[in-house]
């Protein structure tokens, strides 16, 4: 059984930053395949990013988003700066089937 769990969103003007933490629990072989995505109102859940041995990003947030981990911890963050009202979402983690609760992250203009 995994768990993951995710915190750090909140709301935030246009230009402002946030770090998203998703600590996860359970199996450790989906720690080696982690991700995160985003889904906007009225729009379908996509691709931010993603760390499986390389460092995957969403064009849209490349350049603004970064992801890392903490072995540690078992912890994985995604720093976002620059952050723009298109970015407004509940942001969730995943690996290998299993997701979050999800995190809502509002960006105003």
């Known amino acids: 059984q995994v768990e993951l769990v995710e915190s750090g969103g909140g709301s935030v003007q246009a230009g402002g930053s946030l770090r998203l933490s998703c600590a996860a629990s359970?199996?450790?072989?989906?720690?080696?395949?982690m991700s995160w995505w985003r889904q906007g109102p009225g729009k379908e859940r996509e691709f931010v990013s993603m760390?499986?041995?390389?460092?995957r990003y969403a064009d849209s947030v490349k350049g603004r988003f970064t992801i890392s981990t903490d072995n540690d911890r078992n912890t994985m963050y995604l720093q976002m700066n620059s952050l723009k009202p298109e970015d407004t979402a509940m942001y969730y983690c995943?690996?290998?089937?299993?997701w979050g609760q999800g995190t809502q992250v509002t960006v105003s203009s």
């Open positions: 995943t690996c290998l089937g299993y």
């Open positions: 760390l499986d041995g390389t460092t």
């Open positions: 359970g199996y450790s072989y989906c720690w080696h395949h």
